[in-house]
């Protein structure tokens, strides 16, 4: 199964104290519990889980940033001697969605952090690029970004998007934002994660299993090493519907969904976390920001109805292509065409093997994605 710093699987938000709670959010395929409280990381490790802790006093809101690095140490150190030894520890929980304002100061958390806990991440979470530019305290997304990694020096890059709407729609800027957040994470050489949905409310569609595919799918076409699920219990407030554990505790349809998609990782993993992201493109609709099959590295051909191929790289050179069906309600045929010879093979989502690509595997479900790789001759 994979670790945490290979490749992160959080349910996004507060866990509690329950041990069997955290039985099932394994269960379900993740390897990280969400953010826990100090006093329950006993719970969380005979779970087989690591988490995020979470400790009212070093939320880091808008005061909190602007306390002098002597307050923040003290903070910190007082956190990391209660907490910092136990094997459930991954990381310590500072803001979700700041603005570039807040930035300086989550600096000074994030270094106290590093300093008291070098082993641990900082978690810190930025806003989509739908957000608006007084949100962002930048004029566009990609000074906020910039901003961020400049300032914070943060150990990776973590963004919320939802893009799945009621109509059956993908929201205008999905790719564009993975776009943005992968060349700033090649260009500082940080991991990032993505924060999709995991329930329905205001205007987002209703989980089904093509949606989680295509979720998964994007983010390991774009060189992700992290997808975080908005939420795994469901909000008891608003319109708030249909995530994994419902608001009387109960399993819904959406558990069995997220935990296939959560198993599909764990069976890719092993080989995609030997990989680095070379290119991205689209083929044969583009959307506008992102590129096209003229920017390919490995293929001269790509054949199906909309498609989305992340190009990478493996040990030794190995060309690797991750090909997914954009569709969210249709399936697809495909082919490709690399520019070298030699044997096309696939790595199953369902048994981690690779092995040749022939016969039915040319489909894909709606979201579906599909590592191929070419073992050269």
């Known amino acids: 199964m994979l670790k945490p710093n290979d490749f992160a699987i959080f349910p996004w938000g507060t866990t509690p104290g329950d041990e069997a709670a955290m039985k099932e959010i394994h269960e379900c395929g993740f390897n990280l519990a969400g953010f826990v409280a100090p006093d329950d990381l006993d719970k969380v490790s005979k779970a087989g889980l690591q988490c995020i802790v979470i400790d009212g006093a070093n939320h880091v809101g808008d005061a909190e940033a602007q306390l002098d690095e002597t307050e923040i140490a003290k903070r910190v150190d007082a956190l990391v001697a209660r907490t910092a030894k136990h094997p459930a520890v991954f990381g310590y929980y500072l803001r979700d969605e700041p603005g570039s304002g807040a930035f300086p100061g989550l600096g000074r958390w994030a270094a106290a952090y590093k300093k008291a806990a070098p082993n641990s991440l900082a978690y810190i979470n930025l806003f989509p690029n739908y957000a608006s530019p007084e949100q962002l305290g930048n004029p566009t997304y990609d000074e906020y970004l910039e901003s961020f990694v400049k300032t914070v020096k943060p150990k990776f890059i973590s963004y919320d998007h939802y893009a799945l709407m009621d109509d059956g729609t993908l929201r205008g800027g999905y790719f564009q934002n993975l776009e943005a957040v992968r060349e700033s994470a090649l260009k500082h050489a940080l991991p990032f994660w993505n924060i999709v949905l995991s329930n329905c409310h205001f205007r987002y569609a209703e989980p089904t299993p093509a949606g989680f595919r295509f979720q998964l799918y994007t983010t390991l076409a774009y060189g992700g090493r992290g997808i975080s699920y908005f939420t795994y219990f469901a909000p008891k407030i608003g319109n708030y519907r249909l995530a994994p554990i419902d608001q009387f505790g109960h399993k819904t349809p959406t558990w069995d969904m997220l935990r296939n998609v959560n198993l599909q990782l764990h069976k890719l993993g ?95 479900a709606p979201g579906q994605g599909m590592l191929l790789c070419l073992k050269k001759q």
């Open 270 to 364: 092993p080989t995609y976390i030997t990989l680095k992201s070379v290119n991205v493109f689209h083929h044969p609709n583009v959307p506008e920001g992102c590129s096209g099959i003229e920017t390919s590295k490995y293929l001269s051909a790509v054949s199906g109805d909309d498609l989305l191929v992340g190009e990478l790289e493996g040990p030794g050179g190995v060309p690797y292509v991750m090909v997914v069906n954009k569709s969210l309600h249709v399936s697809t045929a495909f082919g490709v065409t690399f520019k070298e010879p030699g044997q096309v093979k696939r790595v199953s989502a369902y048994t981690g093997t690779t092995d040749p690509w022939v016969g039915e595997d040319c489909w894909l």
